[in-house]
């Protein structure tokens, strides 16, 4: 018998089983470290990375449930959206059109959620902005109910705790957006003279309008651990002033060198610190 069909004979009757299919979204790359990561890990770890402490975006959902005792959180005025109030359309779509989408791809009708809730017993009125819904940015409806959130931790006597994260005021509302950074800091400032307690944690990004308004006016102002924090973008700024900008700029680890923030908190401590600055700052 020749080789060939020496080797017929011995795979006759064997067939190969097809080969099984990996699951979409199993693995996720560390934008930090780049090490390929189990999914399920970084879940269980806050979406933080075990390997260097990435901390992962995550939707305001996730960060409430994070955030909150367990099944605290009261969301109100979830029912407002935008009325389009320039008729905005860029690149052949609409802004309701674009708003309709990123309201069904992130479960949320707009880039901003507000509530009572509890923190490890304290009560206290949240916002908890939303970045998959057209990246977080503040248009009419964010201002509005971030306002509302303000008159609501008036009243009540509470706390207010707010998490940014956005790409700054929205494009798509033109001046009527922009109008929302002087209403939102005016609102604070009424707060701050009632002697309200105003918390404010920085995730990345949070940045253009709402870091030139809210974002930094806090009685206490946190940050994640290596959470973009600015205005106008890094090589924006370098083709504006012509200079090289310092290593690591913008980022919380500067800002808080620089004195922008207070301090800086791994998410999985953030319940604990905002628990204990309501305490300390009550008494």
């Known amino acids: 018998m020749d080789m060939a069909n020496e080797s017929k004979s011995k795979w006759k009757g064997f067939s190969l089983k097809p080969r099984k299919e990996m699951p979409e979204g199993l693995w996720v790359r560390c934008p930090g470290c780049e090490h390929m990561l189990y999914r399920k890990s970084v879940e269980s770890n806050l979406n933080v990375c075990p ?4 901390h992962f975006r995550i939707e305001a959902a996730t960060r409430i449930k994070y955030l909150v005792d367990e099944g605290s959180f009261q969301q109100f005025l979830s029912d407002m959206t935008t009325n ?3 008729d905005f359309k860029f690149r052949g779509t609409t802004y309701k059109q674009r708003a309709k989408e990123d309201a069904k791809k ?3 009708k707009e880039a901003i959620l507000i509530g009572d809730a509890f ?3 304290r009560g206290v009125i949240l916002a908890v902005m939303e970045p998959n819904f057209l990246m977080g940015s503040m248009g009419y409806v964010v201002g509005e109910k971030f306002c509302a959130a303000v008159d609501k931790a008036l009243e009540e006597k509470l706390p207010l705790v707010v998490v940014c994260c956005s ?3 929205r494009m ?3 001046v009527v957006s922009l109008g929302q950074m002087a209403k939102t800091s005016a609102a604070l400032a009424k707060f701050d003279e009632s002697g309200g307690l105003y918390i404010c944690v920085l995730t990345d990004p949070t940045t253009g309008g709402v870091t030139a308004s809210f974002a930094m006016l806090g009685d206490c102002i946190m940050a994640e651990p290596g959470a973009l924090i600015g205005f106008a973008g890094r090589r924006t700024i370098a083709e504006t002033i ?5 290593e690591g700029f913008q980022t919380a680890e500067f800002m808080l060198e ?3 923030v207070d301090m800086i908190v791994h998410r999985k401590d953030l319940r604990s610190e905002i628990a204990r600055l309501i305490d300390y700052c009550q008494k």
């Open 119 to 121: 923190i490890k017993g």
């Open 242 to 246: 012509k200079v090289e900008l310092p």
């Open 258 to 260: 620089h004195g922008f």
């Open 84 to 86: 389009d109030p320039l």
């Open 51 to 54: 390997e260097c402490n990435y």
């Open 106 to 108: 992130s479960g949320e």
């Open 172 to 174: 798509h509302e033109g």
């Open 167 to 169: 790409g700054g005021a």
